[in-house]
């Protein structure tokens, strides 16, 4: 008897889905903010108490207006699957830290309710929301957006991408790879320390949060073609500066990756990494922008439902029409 009732166990007949998983949303979203607290902590170190501000205020605003947006729908809050925290932190790491402490109150409100909460809240949102709210700030304020400072002395200064790219400010000189690498260069709060989201990424690859595809393909797409499309012709180059300056490790590691915006299958997410890489270098080399990160992942957000209808395998017994 006692066997036949384990058998019985196994014969269940339910709806969808039928494979099971012990991850839920506030756990998948609690290893991103595990994996942004290294970037975190070095923004606090680099840029002082103006940093700490800047992401309390983009937080505390996410949270507060994701809790609103429920209740004015007179549903349960939804913060505590954390998603709102994430946003309201990637907004902030995507903001230079001379910016006014209401610029990051008005880019979280945005983020929530126009991008994320109007398109039917987490799951329904066709933009990376933190990124759509840096592109409107940067068209509303772009003088606060693109003020930058030096780490420590905040003194004022352009960026090491801003020297790099053809159209940038001349004169400046590069800043070494040692310096890029440990984040000791102007930049957006979150973007100049390649060791620390490296050391957050590499936390997300072993808790399987993301997959090396998209990361891979976009960094080593940027990697190629800035190396190719040197300024003095092919092969000429630096496409180590090109990696480790702007928001390129940023982007690829926690962006590019984000679970709503990017394809499912693997070999998707290898054309979003690879179309993101592209874009990226387009605008930075012949835009009007010597940054390129934000836009081709939000170009690229637009295209995830056609890389998954062309990168969907076919299902078993399908027969393809005209």
Same mark, same amino acid.
């Given at each position: 008897?006692?066997?036949?009732?384990?058998?019985?166990?196994?014969?269940?007949?339910?709806?969808?889905?039928?494979?099971?998983?012990?991850?839920?949303?506030?756990?998948?979203?609690?290893?991103?903010?595990?994996?942004?607290?290294?970037?975190?902590?070095?923004?606090?170190?680099?840029?002082?108490?103006?940093?700490?501000?800047?992401?309390?205020?983009?937080?505390?605003?996410?949270?507060?207006?994701?809790?609103?947006?429920?209740?004015?729908?007179?549903?349960?809050?939804?913060?505590?699957?954390?998603?709102?925290?994430?946003?309201?932190?990637?907004?902030?790491?995507?903001?230079?830290?001379?910016?006014?402490?209401?610029?990051?109150?008005?880019?979280?409100?945005?983020?929530?309710?126009?991008?994320?909460?109007?398109?039917?809240?987490?799951?329904?949102?066709?933009?990376?929301?933190?990124?759509?709210?840096?592109?409107?700030?940067?068209?509303?304020?772009?003088?606060?957006?693109?003020?930058?400072?030096?780490?420590?002395?905040?003194?004022?200064?352009?960026?090491?991408?801003?020297?790099?790219? #053809?159209? %940038?400010?001349?004169?400046?000189? +590069?800043?070494?790879? /040692?310096?890029?690498? $440990?984040? &000791? !260069?102007? @930049?957006?709060?979150?973007?100049?320390?390649?060791?620390?989201?490296?050391?957050?990424?590499?936390?997300?690859?072993?808790?399987?949060?993301?997959?090396?595809?998209?990361?891979?393909?976009?960094?080593?797409?940027?990697?190629?073609?800035?190396?190719?499309?040197?300024?003095?012709?092919?092969?000429?180059?630096?496409?180590?500066?090109?990696?480790?300056?702007?928001?390129?490790?940023?982007?690829?590691?926690?962006?590019?990756?984000?679970?709503?915006?990017?394809?499912?299958? #693997?070999? %998707?997410?290898?054309?979003?990494? +690879?179309?993101?890489? /592209?874009?990226?270098? $387009?605008? &930075? !080399?012949? @835009?009007?922008?010597?940054?390129?990160?934000?836009?081709?992942?939000?170009?690229?957000?637009?295209?995830?439902?056609?890389?998954?209808?062309?990168?969907?395998?076919?299902?078993?017994?399908?027969?393809?029409?005209?």
């Amino acid at each position: 008897m006692a066997e036949n009732g384990a058998q019985n166990e196994l014969l269940v007949v339910s709806s969808s889905p039928h494979v099971k998983t012990r991850d839920t949303t506030q756990r998948l979203m609690g290893d991103v903010l595990i994996g942004l607290a290294p970037a975190a902590a070095a923004a606090g170190y680099l840029f002082g108490s103006r940093a700490l501000m800047i992401m309390a205020a983009s937080v505390g605003t996410a949270v507060l207006a994701e809790h609103l947006v429920s209740r004015m729908g007179h549903k349960r809050t939804t913060i505590g699957d954390l998603s709102a925290a994430v946003t309201g932190l990637l907004l902030a790491f995507n903001l230079p830290p001379s910016v006014p402490p209401w610029i990051p109150v008005i880019g979280s409100a945005v983020a929530i309710l126009l991008v994320k909460a109007l398109f039917g809240g987490l799951g329904g949102n066709f933009l990376n929301p933190a990124l759509a709210a840096r592109a409107i700030l940067l068209a509303a304020w772009p003088v606060h957006m693109t003020a930058w400072i030096r780490p420590f002395d905040l003194v004022g200064t352009a960026t090491p991408l801003a020297t790099l790219v #053809p159209k %940038g400010v001349a004169g400046v000189p +590069l800043p070494s790879y /040692l310096d890029m690498f $440990l984040g &000791r !260069i102007p @930049g957006s709060l979150g973007e100049t320390s390649a060791l620390a989201l490296l050391a957050g990424g590499l936390y997300l690859l072993w808790r399987r949060v993301i997959d090396w595809h998209t990361p891979v393909a976009f960094v080593g797409t940027v990697f190629v073609l800035t190396w190719l499309l040197g300024p003095d012709g092919i092969g000429t180059g630096d496409p180590l500066a090109h990696v480790l300056s702007g928001g390129l490790m940023l982007g690829a590691l926690f962006m590019a990756t984000d679970y709503v915006t990017s394809p499912v299958t #693997p070999r %998707g997410r290898l054309v979003m990494g +690879l179309g993101c890489g /592209l874009l990226t270098v $387009l605008i &930075r !080399i012949y @835009g009007a922008f010597p940054e390129g990160v934000s836009y081709s992942i939000l170009i690229m957000n637009v295209a995830t439902p056609l890389i998954d209808r062309w990168m969907t395998p076919r299902k078993f017994g399908m027969v393809k029409t005209a």
